[in-house]
């Protein structure tokens, strides 16, 4: 097959890419490994991420069609109650991470829609249930590369003048031998104040096995004990020397012990629920901080069951790698994330402590259903960082870190393509570092970072930009994401037009074209005024 723009990976950042370019009349071929679109917002159930302006501005406005669409769709679809129903920002999970939490099925067929007039016309080719086997170069420029159907076990030969790393791992830096950077850099590679004084290419934050649940007070879902249940149970972090399959925790940003409640039938009016990250991190039930659907909200609540999505600490999975390892090692891996998933779901059913003095929660039960699997575990492991190409510029911590810009904010870029906003939040590593998190100012996303030093032809959306161990962890989430994947796109697309490589983009008039067709079509390049945090 050929096309103009190969889009490797399916996620969130290659459906942003691919609806620019759907829009820009420029073909391209998404090659997804699971059968959903969408990535860290579908196959890998975690709902949004956002910072507290989202509905107001730093999103681009194809991301707000988005969020209105997703709104829309319950509003068409679901019994809401009226009230819910003329809510203008009604969030559907009345969860606390996002003011827009909702099941990741929902947002499948959402951007499945949003994808498919493209489709339709040929512009936009899907590839679902495809591995990239290898990457072809030659010298500097990539060729094409090989997937494998693993429906019918057949491999095709794709080429492409364009291709755009997608992936969650940054596999197509490793299989075109393009040169990047894993793990955590040391002071003397980036600069950073919080670096170690030696780079640890083997530490990489805890990656998720994320699962849906609902409550049935009346029935027993106990599972099966799972493997290994007994290691799980009693297994502590290097850091806190507490079982870690527990209510206990640690707080991130103070980096104190926390305790968390957990009650799965809340008493609360859904459209007092307000996501506000900055003054209420949702963790004080567990049960409605990611919760995705909530069936208070509906006009007959006694015929729905809340659903909650668990992405919580206790799921951190520390004990390895699926980044530069072999494919044993990462399915060990993987199944292992897998068992201590299973393992803290099977000790709320058994074991959990309750205020009333009673133990555990039988009526807990796996929506397998919700996540589209057998096991009822999400169709991919959530993934928080991945191998980063070595850019033109890598933003490092002192360009966006509040202790160290202050109230001047963030390094400005005269290459900005789009805007994001998250505090530094990474979670536990492989390394047994504890939680960092700090603030962080509103930022920029400069072209520089999206393209690498040497390859032609390249260029990198999602986790495998230019950015550092430490700046990845708020440009990871889920709008900044879709930001860097909707200008990967028009990059693109530009560049296909006019027959230059992406590196012409990064100054002079070449960059002007580009921020300008990014403007027209309601990206964002800088921010107003406001507070870090």
């Excluded at 829009?23 to 679109?37: F, H, K, N, P, Q």
């Excluded at 810009?405 to 400005?412: E, P, S, T, V």
Aim: aromatic share 10%.
């Amino acid at each position: 097959m050929k096309t103009e723009v190969l889009i490797l990976g399916g996620g969130t950042s290659a459906v942003a890419a691919a609806l620019s370019l759907g829009d820009l009349g420029v073909t391209c071929i998404v090659v997804e490994e699971t059968d959903w679109v969408g990535g860290q917002l579908t196959a890998q159930a975690v709902p949004s991420d956002e910072h507290i302006w989202i509905e107001q501005f730093g999103s681009t406005g194809r991301y707000r069609e988005f969020r209105n669409r997703l709104r829309a769709y319950y509003k068409a679809n679901y019994p809401l109650s009226a009230r819910s129903k003329a809510d203008p920002f009604l969030n559907p999970g009345a969860g606390y991470v996002s003011p827009i939490c909702a099941e990741p099925g929902v947002i499948h067929d959402v951007l499945r829609s949003m994808l498919a007039p493209h489709v339709a016309s040929g512009c936009v080719k899907i590839l679902l249930e495809h591995d990239i086997e290898s990457v072809t170069k030659s010298g500097d420029r990539i060729i094409g590369a090989r997937v494998l159907d693993k429906r019918t076990g057949k491999s095709l030969d794709i080429e492409a003048k364009i291709f755009i790393e997608a992936t969650e791992t940054g596999d197509v830096l490793a299989l075109a031998d393009i040169e990047y950077v894993v793990g955590f850099e040391s002071k003397a590679m980036t600069g950073e104040p919080s670096a170690p004084d030696e780079y640890q290419p083997g530490n990489i934050q805890a990656f998720s096995a994320c699962f849906a649940m609902s409550y049935d007070p009346n029935s027993d879902h106990t599972i099966e004990k799972p493997n290994n249940y007994e290691y799980w149970r009693t297994f502590k972090m290097p850091f806190y020397d507490h079982n870690w399959v527990s209510w206990h925790s640690i707080e991130p940003r103070a980096l104190k012990e926390i305790i968390f409640n957990f009650d799965p039938l809340p008493n609360l009016d859904p459209l007092t629920v307000r996501a506000n990250q900055k003054d209420n991190p949702g963790s004080a039930n567990l049960w409605t901080f990611r919760r995705i659907l909530a069936a208070s909200h509906m006009e007959h609540p006694e015929k729905f069951t809340d659903i909650s999505l668990v992405n919580w600490p206790q799921l951190d999975y520390i004990n390895g790698s699926i980044i530069d390892v072999s494919k044993e090692e990462k399915a060990k891996n993987i199944a292992a994330a897998k068992d201590q998933s299973l393992s803290l779901l099977y000790w709320m059913q058994t074991e959990a402590p309750r205020e009333n003095g009673k133990t555990g929660w039988p009526g807990l039960y796996l929506r397998k259903d919700v996540v589209d699997t057998k096991d009822g575990l999400a169709k991919h492991v959530y993934v928080r960082e991945a191998r980063r190409i070595k850019a033109l510029y890598t933003v490092a911590e002192q360009d966006i870190s509040y202790a160290i810009r202050g109230d001047a904010g963030a390094k400005k870029y005269a290459d900005s393509v789009g805007v994001g906003h998250y505090r530094i939040d990474l979670h536990p590593s492989t390394a047994g570092d504890n939680y960092l998190d700090v603030a962080s100012c509103p930022y920029q996303i400069p072209v520089s970072s999206m393209i690498p030093i040497a390859t032609e032809n390249l260029i990198a959306a999602g986790k495998s930009i230019g950015v550092t161990h430490i700046t990845n962890g708020c440009f990871r989430l889920h709008p900044t994401e879709w930001n860097i994947g909707e200008s990967a796109g028009v990059l693109a697309a530009l560049s296909i037009r006019s027959g230059k490589s992406p590196h012409a983009f990064a100054s002079g008039s070449d960059l002007n074209d580009l921020q300008a067709q990014l403007l027209h079509q309601g990206v964002e390049l800088e921010w107003p005024t406001v507070a870090p945090y």
